[in-house]
C-alpha cells in the first residue's frame, strides 16, 4: 500500500519554517533586559521561538486552545489495554461534562477546550458541545489488516488540517494537541518503532497502567503487529506507517499540527501519542519541526524515543501519563511567563541600570 494525497503535497510545499531573523531579533531584544544575560535560560529560548514562529511581537493575552481528538482502535480486541474500549465513549462525554483533568486545567488556564469525535465506537447523535467528525466507528484491528483505508486516513488528516485554519481564522495563537483513545499507546509502540528503529520493549510502555504480565502480552502484539506490516518490506512511507497502525485520533492530530504550521502557529504537543503525530507530521512536512514545543515528557519509554528523534527538549517532567493535552495545558503558563518577561520587562537603558562590563 503506496499512497500520496494532493493535500499532503500542498502542505509540505507551502510550510516554510519559523523565522530566522525574527529568532534573533528576539533574541538581542533579551540581551538588553534587566538581567544578566541568558540568566532566564530556557524561558529565553522559548520566547525567541514564539516570535519566531508568528513573525511579530507579541503580547498577552494569548488566545490559546487544546483539541482533544477521540477514536477506538481495533487492537483492543487483543488485550492490551487495563480499560476496556467503552471508556473512550465514557470520558468523551465527561470532557463534555467539565469532568475530566483537561477540563480543570482547562479552565485555569483559560485555554478554550474543543473536543473532537474522528472515530469513537458509539453513537453521540447531536449531543452538542462536540465536534462531530466520525470517520468511523474505531479502527480495524491492525493485528490482521491495516487499520485504515488510504481514503479514511486522508479523510482524518483533512478534519485536523480543517480545525486548525478553524482556529486560526478565530484568533487562536497556540494550540495544545491532545487525545483520548483506549489501546492509542500500542499504535504510538507501532509507530515509534517503525520511525525509529527501536526494538518493540524499548518502545512499549505500560499505557494505562496494565500489570507486567499483561505488559509482556503488549510487546509481543507490538512485534507481530511490526512483523504483519513492516519487516520484510522496503521503506514505508509516513503516510504508510500512519494507515497501518495508526489511530484515527492520530492522523487527525497530524493534520491538525500540518494545519497549524501552515497557520503559524504555537503548537504545544502533549505526551507519547500527540508525540507520535508529531513525529509522523515532520516526517511528511520537515518544517514543521521549528513549530514544535514539547510541553512535557510522560512515562512511556517510547515518549523520549521520539522526543531525541524530533530533537525536542520538553518544558515539563512530571512522571505524567494521562494524555487529553494535560502536560501540554500545564506548559502554557509558561510560555506565556517567557512572553511576559520578554515584552513587559525594562531594558538597561530604560531603567538607567548600567549593564555588565
Known amino acids: 500500500m503506496t499512497f500520496e494525497t494532493p493535500l499532503l503535497q500542498e502542505l509540505a510545499r507551502t510550510i516554510e519554517p519559523p523565522s530566522e531573523q525574527w529568532r534573533q531579533k528576539a533574541l538581542a531584544h533579551l540581551d538588553t533586559l534587566t538581567k544578566p544575560l541568558g540568566s532566564l535560560g530556557r524561558l529565553e529560548g522559548l520566547v525567541a521561538q514564539v516570535l519566531a514562529i508568528r513573525r511579530q511581537e507579541i503580547a498577552l493575552p494569548v488566545k490559546k ?5 477521540a477514536a477506538d482502535h481495533g487492537i483492543t480486541a487483543e488485550g492490551v489495554s487495563a480499560y476496556p474500549r467503552e471508556v473512550t465513549h465514557q470520558m468523551v462525554l465527561n470532557f463534555l461534562h467539565h469532568g475530566a483533568a483537561v477540563n480543570v486545567l482547562a479552565a485555569l488556564h483559560n485555554v478554550e477546550l474543543c473536543v473532537a469525535d474522528i472515530g469513537v465506537d458509539a453513537d453521540f447523535e447531536d449531543i452538542p458541545g462536540l465536534l462531530h467528525h466520525k470517520v468511523r466507528r474505531g479502527t480495524r484491528n491492525m493485528l490482521h489488516e491495516a ?40 499504535s504510538a509502540s507501532a509507530i515509534t518503532c517503525a520511525l525509529t528503529n527501536a526494538p518493540p520493549e524499548e518502545a512499549t510502555g505500560h499505557g494505562t497502567g496494565i500489570s507486567t504480565n499483561g505488559h509482556l ?9 511490526l512483523e504483519k506490516h513492516f519487516v520484510g518490506k522496503t521503506k ?27 497557520a503559524r502557529l504555537i503548537i504545544v504537543i502533549d505526551g507519547f501519542i500527540s508525540t507520535a503525530a508529531a513525529a509522523l507530521a515532520v516526517s511528511l512536512a520537515p518544517s514543521v519541526a521549528g513549530y514544535l514545543i514539547a510541553g512535557h515528557q510522560s ?7 521520539l522526543l ?3 530533537q525536542l527538549t520538553p518544558v515539563l517532567s512530571l512522571n505524567m501519563r494521562l494524555g487529553e493535552g494535560t502536560g501540554a495545558v500545564l506548559a502554557m503558563p509558561l510560555i506565556e ?12 537603558a530604560s531603567a538607567g541600570v548600567s549593564g555588565a562590563s
Do not use: W
Open 147 to 186: 487499520a485504515m483505508t488510504p481514503q479514511e486516513t486522508e479523510e482524518a488528516i483533512s478534519i485536523g488540517v480543517q480545525l486548525a485554519s478553524d482556529a486560526a481564522s478565530a484568533g487562536v495563537a497556540m494550540i495544545a494537541i491532545g487525545e483520548m483513545g483506549i489501546g492509542n499507546t500500542t
Open 217 to 225: 502480552h503488549k510487546v509481543s502484539v507490538v512485534c507481530a503487529i
Open 236 to 262: 514505508c512511507s509516513p503516510l504508510n506507517i500512519l494507515a497501518s497502525v495508526g489511530g484515527l485520533e492520530i492522523a487527525a492530530m497530524v493534520g491538525m499540527i500540518l494545519g497549524a504550521a501552515r
Open 308 to 310: 531525541d528523534r524530533l
Open 337 to 348: 511567563s517567557a512572553i511576559a518577561l520578554y515584552t513587559r520587562m525594562a531594558t538597561f
Open 65 to 69: 486552545a487544546v483539541f482533544v481528538f
Open 299 to 305: 512515562q512511556e519509554p517510547g515518549h523520549r524515543l
